[in-house]
């Protein structure tokens, strides 16, 4: 069965702090979705790769944002320093269909 | 950029009824039409989608229709049951850079409510 898997599923951390987000796409995908989703905003793009190089990434505040994909079978989204206002689950999707991971909840006090 | 636009923001109907969901988008271009349906807690799943070759597409109680020379595409639920209520979101993809699909553009979403 092949799923786009997520760690961690559910992250409290404190303002400040920073967090790292890691998705493992389904084998033979080589385009990797980033998004994240609030009751306010819906599902915003904030980043995407094909065959592991950026190709858009204007949804995502540089200042604190930043994604990597060091190999094919793994995407990281990283914020450094957080803020509550980025409270929101963020979901990796895989694939030119974009198969969904089940999420990181990340909560930000 | 494409906007996608999607109505209603919610909908109810009664178990056995049909619901249909209406998408617009702004680009010519796109010519791959998923709906994703995510229910509370989890992710948005695939249900159903269309490229624009083809103007109608179905898979059982669900069917997606698309007007390219209008720009609308439409999910259509027939029968509707309880567990089919979730948030359903359109979204639209065009040709990126040589690949056959590149970014989603999603609709805000329809929180459709089926009343046993």
């Known amino acids: 069965d092949a799923r786009v898997t997520q760690t961690p599923r559910h992250k409290v951390t404190e303002m400040g702090q920073e967090v790292t987000m890691r998705c493992q796409p389904i084998l033979g995908h080589n385009t990797v979705f980033w998004y994240r989703q609030t009751m306010m905003q819906g599902l915003e793009l904030l980043a995407y790769f094909r065959n592991r190089a950026p190709l858009d990434d204007s949804g995502m505040p540089k200042d604190r944002f930043s994604a990597e994909m060091p190999d094919a079978t793994l995407a990281t989204l990283k914020i450094q320093p957080s803020e509550p206002r980025d409270s929101a689950v963020y979901f990796c999707?895989?694939?030119?269909?974009?198969?969904f991971g089940p999420g990181t909840r990340l909560t930000v006090l | 950029g494409e906007n996608v636009e999607q109505h209603p923001s919610t909908l109810s109907v009664q178990e056995g009824d049909s619901a249909v969901i209406k998408c617009t988008y702004s680009d010519s271009a796109s010519n791959y039409f998923p709906w994703y349906k995510q229910e509370l807690g989890k992710r948005p799943q695939l249900i159903i989608d269309?490229?624009?070759?083809?103007g109608e597409k179905k898979d059982q109680r669900i069917a997606v229709t698309l007007n390219k020379t209008a720009k609308h595409f439409s999910l259509h639920i027939t029968e509707t049951q309880p567990e089919d209520s979730a948030v359903y979101f359109c979204a639209a993809s065009k040709s990126d850079r040589g690949s056959t699909l590149g970014r989603l553009y999603f609709g805000r979403g329809t929180q459709l409510t089926v009343w046993p």
């Open positions: 269309i490229r624009s070759n083809v």
């Open positions: 999707a895989s694939g030119l269909e974009q198969f």
